[in-house]
């Protein structure tokens, strides 16, 4: 069975520091890897995504995450965080040719202090 | 691109009636949906997959007779709770997967999520 697992439930961090937020996940078949982020009372927005190609990911907005096979990890990391990256971030797999059915981690909330 | 809506945002409702909530990928046709349901401060489980023209597939633990998915378009998926109870009151997030994906990079697209209070 597939399984994904966040390391860090919560992580303090104070701003304009460098953040990584761990993933770490389990399958006996090749994956899409895929970071979320969920503000408050919101649904989730795709933060980026590892579908083939460069094993190195990154967003719009300062966010980077490196797919590593043999350590089948998937962390995300900023060198400088706001305070608007406040938020839950959800780590997630989907299998290949499977319909596209995603399992999520358990979330792991960034708060960012002044 | 790629926008979903749900409706309604919230909803608070006696115990014992039905809720239906629905789903809309608005640019987009959607061959999948995917209906989510999340606790405080917890992750995402998936309820079940429906798919446009037949029957939603549930995962294990989730009352199909409760929770009552009807994909009646490529647009539009509705999940009605059933005589909810408060044990129901969660928040619920569709997402919705564009025609074509099936099988490729299997992204979804979500929606913002209904909150269900059971009183």
């Known amino acids: 069975a597939q399984s994904v697992t966040q390391l860090d439930s919560q992580v303090p961090v104070f701003e304009e520091a460098p953040v990584e937020l761990r993933c770490n996940y389990s399958?006996?078949?090749?994956?899409?890897l895929f970071w979320y982020v969920q503000y408050p009372n919101q649904g989730l927005q795709l933060l980026l995504k590892?579908?083939?190609?460069?094993?190195l990911v990154e967003s719009i907005n300062g966010f980077e995450a490196e797919f590593n096979k043999s350590q089948t990890s998937f962390h995300l990391r900023k060198p400088s965080v706001h305070i608007s990256d406040t938020a839950e971030y959800f780590c997630?797999?989907?299998?290949?040719?499977?319909?596209?059915?995603?399992?999520f981690g358990q979330g792991t909330e960034l708060s960012v202090k002044p | 691109g790629a926008v979903v809506s749900q409706h309604p945002s919230w909803v608070i409702c006696k115990s014992g009636t039905s809720v239906k909530i629905e789903c809309r990928s608005l640019?987009?046709?959607?061959?999948?949906m995917f209906w989510y349901r999340q606790f405080p401060k917890q992750s995402l489980m998936l309820m079940a997959t429906?798919?446009?023209?037949?029957?939603?597939?549930?995962e294990q633990g989730v009352e199909k007779d409760k929770f009552l998915i009807n994909h009646a378009s490529l647009t539009l998926s509705t999940l009605t709770v059933t005589s909810a109870h408060p044990e129901d009151s969660s928040f619920y997030i569709c997402?919705?997967?564009?025609?074509?994906?099936?099988?490729?990079?299997?992204?979804?697209?979500f929606g913002p999520g209904t909150r269900l209070t059971v009183l």
């Open positions: 997402s919705a997967q564009p025609l074509g994906l099936a099988g490729g990079s299997n992204e979804q697209f």
């Open positions: 399958s006996s078949v090749s994956v899409y």
């Open positions: 590892y579908l083939s190609g460069s094993t």
């Open positions: 997630a797999v989907s299998l290949y040719n499977q319909g596209g059915k995603l399992i």
């Open positions: 640019d987009f046709q959607a061959t999948t």
């Open positions: 429906s798919n446009e023209g037949s029957k939603a597939t549930y």
